[in-house]
Each structure stands twice: as structure tokens, then as C-alpha cells.
């Protein structure tokens, strides 16, 4: 059975600070694996969808990479913000399969 | 944005009756998916549906049923609702590779 890790749970950062959101999963035979961003009370949104075949996509300040042997993803947000604050999620897509599993997300804090 | 809306938003009922959410999508995808999110565990599949009544389940099923009648719209009935089931629901498609989601419904059972 796939298992979506993230740590940290939560992560405080003072603005401008480069940093690196980690998800881990069990089984490598993955589809592809996707990043959201959920604000409170919202629902969420994709923000970056690696294909198994890919090593990274960028959109933005947003880097992400993929490292499928190892069962490892990063998110790297550049130059953070306070309206970066929200809680990442990543989700990967088993190959065969059209359901995601989900990590239990980290909460990202941007301070002023 | 997929054009997904949730009914009701927020929802207050009693342990023991049954609770039907609605989904709806305008955009003519094929897959949807209902999703259940909770503090400690995250989002997790309630039940999914890859076309007109075709439905399966997902990891959380049980004391969950679903339909869908219409391509646009995908109904998540709590057949006895208990507390247990006290969480944020939502809504979800897949256009392509990409996953979009509702904005949520809020449901408390007392």
C-alpha cells in the first residue's frame, strides 16, 4: 500500500528565505506526482504535476523535483512571501490506477 | 478552474439521518471523486466515478454510498450519518493529469 510522507509538519520562514518543502512516498511505481497549495478553509490547488518520466517542473518561484528511485519529491519555493502562507500537499498517482494518495501536508508560514 | 461547486457549503445534523452532498461540474470531465479531510489524517477517498453510474470505492467507504445520474453531477449520501463523520467533504475531477477541487462542505453531526 503507497504512503505519502511530509515533513515537517509545519514550517515558519521570515520573508525572502529559499526554501524546501520534502514528500516522500513507499512504492516508486508511480504514475505521476502532484503538489497543491490548500489556504484555510479553501479547497485545493494544483500547482505543479511531475510526470514519472520528468526530474523537475517550474513554474514561477515554485521548483519541484523528482526523484523516483528513491521515492522523493521537493518543492522549492524561491524568494518566499507572506502570501506564501498556506499548507502544501503532495499526492502521487499509482501507475494502473486513477485515485491519489495523499500526504498529510506541511503548513507553511511566510512572516513579515 | 474546473467549475465545481458543493451543496450544502455547511451542514449541521443529528446523529442517525441521512445526508446527501451534491457535486457539480461544468466542464464535462469524466472522473470525480469525493474526498473526506480530518485533522491527523489528512485527505483520504471516500468514493470515485469514471463515468454515468460508474462508480467505485476508496479507501474510506464504509457508511458512504454515491450516484451519479449525470455526467455533471456526483452525489455523496451518508445513509445514517454518525459522528464519526463530522469532517470537511470534498469534491474533486481530473481533467488530463490534473486534479481540481471543490471548495468544500463543512458537515457536523451532533
Known amino acids: 500500500k503507497q504512503e505519502v510522507t511530509q515533513i515537517p509538519a509545519a514550517l515558519s520562514v521570515p520573508e525572502g528565505e529559499n526554501l524546501v518543502l520534502n514528500c516522500s512516498f513507499t512504492?516508486?511505481?508511480?504514475?505521476?506526482l502532484q503538489w497543491f497549495r490548500q489556504d484555510p478553509g479553501k479547497g485545493l490547488t494544483s500547482l505543479l504535476l511531475?510526470?514519472?518520466?520528468?526530474r523537475e517542473q517550474t513554474s514561477g518561484r515554485l521548483n519541484a523535483s523528482l526523484d523516483k528511485s528513491s521515492g522523493r519529491s521537493t518543492l522549492y519555493i524561491a524568494a518566499s512571501q507572506p502570501g506564501d502562507s498556506a499548507t502544501y500537499l503532495c499526492?502521487?498517482?499509482?501507475?494502473?490506477?486513477?485515485?491519489?494518495?495523499f500526504g498529510k501536508g506541511t503548513k507553511l508560514t511566510v512572516n513579515p | 478552474d474546473a467549475g465545481i461547486t458543493q451543496s450544502p457549503r455547511h451542514k449541521v445534523t443529528e446523529t442517525g439521518t441521512p445526508v446527501t452532498l451534491r457535486c457539480h461540474q461544468t466542464?464535462?470531465?469524466?472522473?470525480m471523486y469525493w474526498y473526506r479531510q480530518d485533522p491527523g489524517h489528512g485527505l483520504r477517498l471516500i468514493h470515485y466515478s469514471y463515468g454515468v453510474k460508474d462508480t467505485d470505492k476508496g479507501e474510506v467507504s464504509d457508511g458512504y454510498s454515491v450516484s451519479r445520474s449525470k455526467t455533471e453531477d456526483f452525489l455523496l449520501t451518508l445513509e445514517s450519518a454518525t459522528s464519526s463523520q463530522t469532517s470537511v467533504y470534498f469534491c474533486?475531477?481530473?481533467?488530463?493529469?490534473?486534479?481540481?477541487f471543490g471548495p468544500g462542505t463543512r458537515l457536523l453531526v451532533l
Open positions: 499526492a502521487v498517482r499509482q501507475g494502473g490506477s486513477e485515485k491519489l494518495v
Open positions: 466542464e464535462n470531465h469524466r472522473y
Open positions: 474533486a475531477t481530473t481533467l488530463g493529469e490534473t486534479q481540481y
Open positions: 512504492d516508486s511505481a508511480i504514475y505521476n
Open positions: 511531475i510526470q514519472s518520466s520528468q
